[in-house]
């Protein structure tokens, strides 16, 4: 991970925003930012990772945006590479993960600081609505019994932990994001790259919430740059799998992607020496474990 220092400028938010092939959403995105009520100081960094349709020139141009967000230029890093790139550069004591394509309500960015920067929390995500289907609000997310990301839909009364925080919008205190390494840079392409991240603070002793009185709307786009299903997502589980969970779940994750495309490939690049010196890295350090993590949020894995 990109070094970034412990400590931020006190009450500061650093919004990042990792985009690849984002026109016109990121520009929106942007502006919509900018144009409500933050409700605490913030700064936006856009990490542009290696587009191809100029989605970021409006910020190469110059003029009023381009002073006010600060660009990074990205080869293609992945999403959590990116976002780690962006977590480098920034200035505040409170990190919030933003995609390229959603809306955000007056005053979101207080909202989701104020548990984070009062201890309550180490990280928390707001409701999110997408349009693909605006009835239907996500409360943050769980895992199925085949470890399928599966949205909450029961609202909570108020701030509440949650098993998963999708990193479309997440707000995490920058000693927490350090303490856990940052997203996992393992996860090259799209998918369970903020599964592990949730995950992995769970089991390092932090909390994470959802805020569902903040709703943000999330643009659903018929072109999802960074997803890559088939082999890449068959290896981004077992990369999850063999970083953190026990022998017993391992042996039975690796059972189910038997059948998933690419499994020989993916198995035997994630039974490195490298990722085997992370996992007992993690091991030995972590203050819970997967059982108490499956068991606490009832996941049948």
Not at 1 to 12: C, D, V, Y
Not at 103 to 130: E, F, N, S, T
Not at 137 to 162: A, C, E, M, N, Q
Not at 169 to 197: I, Q
Request: hydrophobic residues 45%.
């Amino acid at each position: 991970m990109h070094e970034a220092s412990a400590r931020g400028s006190k009450g500061l938010a650093s919004v990042i925003i990792a985009c690849r092939d984002e026109l016109p959403y990121l520009e929106q995105t942007i502006r919509f930012m900018l144009t409500v009520p933050s409700g605490c100081p913030m700064e936006i960094i856009v990490v542009d990772d290696g587009s191809r349709d100029g989605c970021a020139d409006f910020l190469r141009r110059g003029g009023e945006l381009s002073r006010r967000v600060h660009l990074v230029e990205a080869p293609g890093l992945g999403p959590a590479r990116a976002r780690n790139l962006g977590a480098a550069r920034a200035r505040g004591e409170l990190l919030v993960f933003c995609d390229a394509h959603i809306i955000v309500p007056g005053g979101w960015l207080g909202d989701l600081a104020r548990p984070v920067l009062a201890g309550q929390a180490h990280a928390v995500c707001p409701a999110l609505v997408h349009t693909e289907n605006p009835h239907l609000i996500i409360y943050g997310g769980t895992l199925s019994k085949d470890l399928s990301w599966v949205g909450l839909t029961f609202p909570p009364r108020s701030l509440s932990p949650v098993p998963l925080a999708p990193a479309g919008c997440l707000a995490v205190g920058r000693e927490a994001f350090l303490e856990v390494g940052g997203f996992e840079e393992g996860l090259t392409t799209w998918g369970y790259d903020d599964v592990e991240f949730s995950l992995k603070l769970w089991l390092f002793g932090f909390a994470v919430a959802v805020m569902p009185r903040v709703k943000v709307v999330h643009i659903s786009r018929p072109l999802k740059p960074y997803q890559r299903p088939g082999k890449n997502l068959t290896r981004n589980l077992l990369l999850l799998a063999a970083l953190h969970f026990s022998p017993h779940r391992l042996a039975r994750v690796a059972s189910m992607a038997g059948r998933y495309p690419g499994f020989s490939e993916s198995w035997a690049r994630v039974s490195t020496p490298g990722v085997l010196k992370k996992r007992d890295e993690y091991f030995r350090r972590r203050v819970r474990d997967d059982d108490w993590f499956m068991h606490t949020f009832g996941i049948p894995v």
